[in-house]
């Protein structure tokens, strides 16, 4: 089974910075892609970014285009989500995810393990 385990989470002012990471244990695979999501109060879950297991490719929401970005570290198989120009709207919980796949994935329905979610809350 694999953990995922995120922090870095907390309360920001809007146009501060937080990066998040995720670290992945348990039973790991030799070839993986992992994934953001946010879910806010009485909306659903969105992908926010996906990053395939050689990093070599990305994928971003529009909503964080430019301003969010995800990186990894497989020797520590660890992936991180570096937020800047953070906005009120920016607040959720946010979720790390891992797909048993090589390319970039933005449905949730691809991923096949969830951490349990950080918080992030942006004060105007």
């Known amino acids: 089974q694999v953990q995922l385990v995120e922090s870095g989470g907390g309360l920001v002012q809007a146009g501060g910075s937080l990066r998040l990471s995720c670290a992945a244990s348990?039973?790991?695979?030799?070839?993986?892609?992992m994934g953001w999501f946010r879910q806010a109060p009485g909306k659903e879950r969105e992908f926010v970014a996906t990053?395939?297991?050689?990093?070599?490719?990305?994928y971003y929401a529009d909503s964080v285009k430019g301003r969010f970005t995800i990186s990894r570290d497989t020797a520590k198989n660890t992936v991180y989500l570096q937020m800047i120009s953070l906005k009120p709207e920016d607040t959720a919980v946010y979720y790390c995810?891992?797909?048993?796949?090589?390319?970039?994935?933005?449905?949730?329905?691809?991923?096949?393990?969830w951490g349990q979610g950080t918080q992030v809350t942006v004060s105007s």
């Open positions: 995810a891992m797909a048993r796949i090589r390319g970039i994935a933005r449905e949730a329905s691809w991923y096949d393990y």
């Open positions: 348990g039973r790991t695979f030799s070839t993986y892609t």
């Open positions: 990053i395939a297991w050689s990093g070599g490719s990305t």
